[in-house]
């Protein structure tokens, strides 16, 4: 079982920025990639920014350039660095993780990142 702990939400102005963080826990040996998605109210969850364990990482073309998502694999920490924030980036992030092999991903518990003035 692996587990995700995020933290780095908030509310911020348009054009701030903020870092997320998703800690993993448990077997972590099984995990490969991992990212975000995120989630606006009436709206599907989309993906944000991956990064697998080699370091390949892999953007939405709405944070191409806004943002940069990092792994630190000794800490079985990753980050999702997210700058000149726009108020269409409100919404809940949610990190995930994907196992060595495949199967159903797994989730963090959530962080709502809001952008307003």
């Known amino acids: 079982q692996v587990q995700l702990v995020e933290s780095g939400g908030g509310l911020v102005q348009p054009g701030g920025s903020l870092r997320l963080s998703c800690a993993a826990s448990g077997s972590i040996f099984r995990i490969y990639a991992m990212g975000w998605y995120r989630q606006a109210p009436g709206k599907q969850r989309e993906l944000v920014a991956g990064i697998t364990s080699g370091g390949v990482t892999n953007y939405a073309e709405s944070v191409k350039g806004r943002s940069i998502i990092s792994r630190d694999n000794a800490k079985n920490t990753a980050y999702l660095q997210l700058i000149s924030l726009k108020p269409e980036d409100t919404a809940v992030y949610y990190c995930?993780?994907?196992?060595?092999?495949?199967?159903?991903?797994?989730w963090g518990q959530g962080t709502q990142v809001t952008v307003s003035s």
């Open positions: 995930y993780a994907g196992a060595v092999g495949g199967g159903p991903l797994i």
